[in-house]
């Protein structure tokens, strides 16, 4: 699992998801064969947000929370839920 928690964070892969659908098939390929998954914090223009109070940004301060047990009723957290 790679989490990315940076401005402009989707910018990392942008270009991969921009392609037809045969690329983003090969993509899922990968994705499975290799066991790797991509998180990002926001778009590729967009700005991650920051708060002092939370220690995090918020994108990783709401991780934390779900991988404590706050991410769904029956407490598991999946790469697709």
Do not use: P
């Amino acid at each position: 699992m790679f989490i990315l928690d940076a401005c402009q964070s989707a910018g990392a892969f942008e270009q991969m998801l921009k392609h037809d659908g045969e690329q983003q098939k090969a993509l899922a390929v990968v994705s499975r064969s290799t066991g790797t998954h991509w998180m990002a914090a926001s778009g590729s223009t967009e700005t991650a947000k920051e708060f002092g109070e939370l220690g995090h940004g918020a994108f990783t301060y709401t991780l934390l929370q779900a991988l404590k047990g706050q991410a769904a009723a029956n407490k598991m957290i999946t790469v697709n839920g």
